[in-house]
């Protein structure tokens, strides 16, 4: 999901790119073109910034990259969390539901950014142990979901993973599988959860 920009204008009329334009601008590359592709001058020129910029706000690219993957965990995780809990009502069906939704909206190029960091995670330890939290934080309130909605104890981690690994799988296709028919697989999956409120649509 997109955000706007934090870039300012300076008195001297040269714009300033804030901290998290330089992550955002991380991500759209990782993205696109892969890690190997994150370099400060490839960085400096889509932003049209000089390098200087980016060593105001990083520590080198070591540092960069500790702060690149902590806005991905909470940009892509934490913040649909957040959101989902914000605006999925009540009952813990709701938020799933709402969580669903959430996910098939967005039309951020997410599907991308997810392959694009696995691979990484292939490669690098950190961005494996990164990718890893990531996983276990997901499928871990998912299982919360269905567990406070009243699933039995021994069906909500079977149930959070199988939720999860649609998501995951459906990005592994070439192309991807469209919103519309991959929320038919979720209706599908959902029956399996607790119906306190009807299986939504």
């Not at 500790?66 to 649909?80: I, K, M, N, Q, W």
């Not at 999925?88 to 969580?99: I, M, S, W």
């Not at 979901?145 to 069906?155: H, N, P, R, T, Y």
């Amino acid at each position: 999901m997109g955000r706007k920009s934090g870039q300012v204008t300076s008195r001297a009329g040269r714009r300033v790119a804030s901290k998290r334009d330089w992550l955002e601008e991380g991500l759209r590359v990782l993205s696109e073109d892969g890690a190997p592709a994150l370099t400060v001058d490839r960085l400096a020129a889509r932003l049209k910034l000089t390098k200087g910029s980016f060593y105001h706000h990083f520590k080198g690219m070591t540092g960069y990259k500790s702060d690149l993957l902590a806005y991905y965990e909470a940009e892509h995780t934490g913040r649909y969390i957040a959101d989902a809990e914000r605006g999925g009502g009540r009952t813990p069906l709701g938020r799933l539901l709402h969580l669903r939704d959430l996910v098939l909206a967005d039309k951020g190029g997410s599907d991308r950014l997810e392959i694009a960091m696995r691979a990484w995670a292939s490669q690098d330890d950190e961005v494996r142990a990164l990718q890893q939290r990531v996983d276990e934080l997901r499928v871990g309130y998912l299982r919360e979901l269905v567990s406070d909605a009243g699933g039995a104890d021994e069906d909500a981690t079977p149930l959070a993973r199988l939720l999860y690994l649609l998501l995951v799988g459906s990005r592994q296709l070439v192309p991807p599988l469209p919103a519309e028919e991959l929320r038919e697989v979720y209706t599908l999956a959902l029956r399996l959860a607790p119906q306190e409120e009807g299986p939504g649509t």
